[in-house]
């Protein structure tokens, strides 16, 4: 019974394309992040919702467009994609937006942008 | 200067040894202090999770703070081939939305 899962949990394109990640979680939680992890295992908050709105908002290239449907999902579009966007990408979830609170982890989503 | 500091490693000990992992921070705004470990192509998980300065043990991992210093450790008792992962430290204020500030991660291994 999988607590956060994301799909597709691989995904090669090329440059110049859009691609959407998709998160779920079944925690009940109200908070749910978007993380970047690179090749240095390197991992930084791009961003968060709390009850489908946004509180957390990275410098982020615009091409990336989060949203929240509802609170058990927040999913990722990328426009144009570039080179420097392959990276594994992870959603968590948390209680609470304070960041004391657990964050539970997805399995990731491996980019790679050919 | 990056906020968090960890040594990347590649760490390896035997097994049974006692592993010692480190960060420094600069933000003494930093109250909370997380380690998270992650296993190769999975998501990274809580092991442990201390407030302020002290000490915290949970089975074979402890945990230490030192804010006078800026310095946050993890100790691995008795390692097992199974703790071989990459482990990053992370922190926050709690001031509100405050986002969670993780280290690299330093990958361990432990050699049978």
Same mark, same amino acid.
């Given at each position: ?38 090749? *240095?295992? $390197?991992? *930084?908050?791009? $961003? ?14 615009? /091409? $990336? ?32 937006? /304070? ?5 539970? $982890?997805?399995?990731?989503? /491996?980019?790679?942008?050919? | ?10 760490? =390896? ?11 420094? %921070? ?9 380690? %998270?470990?992650? %296993? ?9 999770? @201390?407030?302020? =300065? ?7 991992? @402890? ?18 081939? =199974?703790? =071989?992962?990459? %482990? ?25």
């Amino acid at each position: 019974d999988t607590a956060v899962s994301q799909t597709p949990k691989y995904l090669v394109t090329q440059m110049g394309n859009d691609k959407s990640i998709k998160c779920e979680q079944n925690l009940g939680h109200d908070t749910m992040y978007w993380y970047k992890q690179d090749s *240095k295992k $390197f991992l *930084k908050i791009m $961003f968060s919702y709390n009850n489908k709105e946004l509180i957390i908002n990275e410098t982020v290239p615009n /091409r $990336f467009s989060p949203k929240s449907p509802d609170k058990a999902h927040l999913n990722l579009h990328i426009n144009s994609l570039e080179l420097g966007d392959s990276a594994v990408y992870f959603c968590a979830s948390s209680q609470d937006p /304070r960041g004391a609170y657990e964050q539970y $982890f997805g399995p990731g989503t /491996r980019l790679t942008v050919t | 200067q990056k906020e968090v500091e960890q040594d990347p490693g590649p760490l =390896s000990v035997p097994e049974g040894a006692i592993v010692s992992l480190n960060c420094t %921070y600069s933000n003494s705004a930093f109250q909370y202090f997380m380690w %998270y470990r992650q %296993y190769s192509r999975k998501g990274p998980e809580l092991l442990m999770y @201390t407030y302020s =300065s002290g000490n915290k043990e949970d089975g074979r991992f @402890t945990a230490q703070v030192d804010k006078s210093s800026k310095y946050i450790s993890l100790f691995i008792r008795d390692s097992q081939p =199974s703790d =071989s992962a990459t %482990y990053l430290c992370a922190m926050n204020s709690n001031f509100g939305n405050e986002k969670l500030t993780f280290g690299t991660g330093t990958r361990l291994t432990i050699i049978p």
